[in-house]
Nanobody, 120 residues
Framework: VQLQASGGGLVQAGGSLRLSCAAA????????KGWYRQAPGKQCELVAT???????NYADSVKGRFTISRDNAKNTVILQMDSLKPEDTAVYYC???????????????WGQGTQVTVSS
């Protein structure tokens, strides 16, 4: 699978951004998972994930402000980010699980990352 992330940018605190991750590949060989982020000097952390059935999971720091959704027909995962804070500044990555050719296990595939910068 190939993942193409878009939608990052510069926004003032309190503003909104919408990230999109489009997956290309055999739809039966991957599972879109969601979004992670990495701020300078910090470890990569989960932001939000969503299952194919629509169950969601959010980091405590973004609950109530971010909304993850998916369009299974378009193989796309969307992250709507509202009420942004300077601490949300990071490179955001979308992630998928890719099935190995043998079909026996899964491995992580990451998109190229998109920069989100929130000014105070």
């Amino acid at each position: 699978v190939q993942l193409q992330a878009s939608g990052g940018g510069l926004v003032q605190a309190g503003g909104s951004l919408r990230l999109s991750c489009a997956a290309a590949g055999n739809r039966f060989s991957f599972r879109l998972k969601g979004w992670y982020r990495q701020a300078p000097g910090k470890q990569c952390e989960l932001v939000a994930t969503i299952t194919s059935g629509g169950s969601t999971n959010y980091a405590d720091s973004v609950k109530g402000r971010f909304t993850i959704s998916r369009d299974n027909a378009k193989n796309t995962v969307i992250l709507q980010m509202d009420s942004l804070k300077p601490e949300d500044t990071a490179v955001y990555y979308c992630k998928a699980d890719q099935l190995t050719p043998s079909g026996s296990s899964w491995y992580d595939v990451w998109g190229q990352g998109t920069q989100v910068t929130v000014s105070s």
